[in-house]
């Protein structure tokens, strides 16, 4: 009986020094509520220049929450911020990753992890509710910039799928231009690339960012699929529109270019991997970068140098046009290459 009888004190005991723990816990939270609403800083305690700028929703907060099956309300520190938020998600962690990072780097820091609130679903619902505070914001800034006119821009991506693993879908990337700036507006993804449901996802997205009464201009790129005379994107978003667009293709398909490609190489295919590029690729390894050779001498034949001069002059004039698409960009810097110059030099 002596031994019963100790065991249930113990266990008596230990029930009591949690209770107690548990008690101190939510006095101290309480206090600290408290008296952080009813606290005056004092002229000392005011930010200084270089912390004004930072967002009050950049640091935790305490949270009041109810744990399963009691009424008993215990005072959590929520310190899931929208930079957190960020980090995890450029990093592309999973739920289940991130409640292991937080989980460690809370114990490392010799905090108690039953005071934050850390588990698959908490961590989910407050991912969420950051992005959409995210994109909301997003959208209030994008409204009280943008200008009256705006640009629509378009292009097919294959992009990994959100719902299997090592698979690929087909994305439509709508951005929309204006000035100098740019914004990404939608990413819907595609069943198929028909001109009717990618004007269906252009006006989805134009609603959505109400910008009805601003889009005056498309740039895509002239495949049938946009700019079909009847079935393509183009003509049927002017029909949404009932009114004029205008167009300004982005010669990516155009036939004149490949015709002309064509004619110098004679392996023609439909394929969008040209043999011989897909050979150069494969022996790119082998190139040694450092015996380029230049054709300055026999462009000097059927050019002056002045008119050289003039060429280098334009397109380091144009690196600098920060709206240079990547594939122009790239191009000009090969014929800066080709001609004896140097690429990375700006000026």
């Not at 970068?289 to 054709?295: A, D, F, G, N, V």
Request: hydrophobic share 35%; glycine share 2%; with cysteine.
């Amino acid at each position: 009986m002596g031994g019963v009888d100790k065991k249930l004190t113990d266990k008596e005991e230990r029930a009591r020094l949690r209770t107690v723990r548990e008690e101190n816990r939510r006095i101290k939270y309480v206090s600290a509520s408290t008296s952080s609403a009813s606290y005056e800083p004092s002229q000392e305690d005011y930010p200084s220049n270089s912390s004004k700028n930072m967002d009050s929703e950049d640091f935790p907060t305490l949270i009041e929450s109810s744990e399963p099956g009691t009424s008993k309300s215990v005072m959590r520190k929520d310190f899931i911020t929208p930079k957190l938020i960020v980090a995890l998600d450029r990093c592309q962690l999973s739920m289940r990753d991130s409640v292991f990072i937080l989980e460690a780097t809370i114990d490392a820091l010799d905090y108690n992890i039953d005071e934050f609130p850390i588990s698959k679903s908490s961590i989910q619902r407050i991912r969420t509710e950051k992005r959409k505070e995210r994109a909301e914001n997003i959208k209030i800034d994008f409204q009280n910039k943008v200008l009256d006119v705006v640009t629509l821009h378009s292009d097919g991506k294959l992009l990994r799928a959100l719902s299997a693993r090592k698979s690929k879908e087909e994305c439509l990337r709508v951005v929309t231009s204006y000035g100098l700036e740019e914004q990404l507006i939608a990413v819907p993804r595609q069943d198929n690339s028909t001109g009717k449901e990618q004007a269906q996802a252009f006006w989805k997205a134009i609603l959505d960012w109400n910008l009805e009464d601003k889009v005056q201009i498309l740039c895509c790129d002239t495949t049938a699929s946009n700019t079909g005379r009847f079935n393509g994107a183009c003509a049927l978003l002017e029909k949404t529109f009932y009114r004029e667009l205008l167009f300004f293709a982005c010669r990516h398909h155009e036939l004149v270019l490949k015709a002309v490609f064509e004619v110098k190489n004679k392996q023609v295919t439909t394929s969008p991997n040209v043999p011989l590029f897909k050979k150069l690729k494969d022996n790119w390894k082998n190139i040694d970068l450092t015996k380029i050779q230049c054709y300055r001498e026999t462009m000097e034949l059927f050019r002056t140098v002045p008119e050289l001069e003039n060429l280098f002059d334009f397109y380091r004039a144009e690196l600098k046009n920060v709206m240079v698409i990547d594939d122009c960009r790239e191009l000009i810097e090969l014929s800066i290459v080709f001609l004896g110059g140097d690429a990375e030099k700006k000026s």
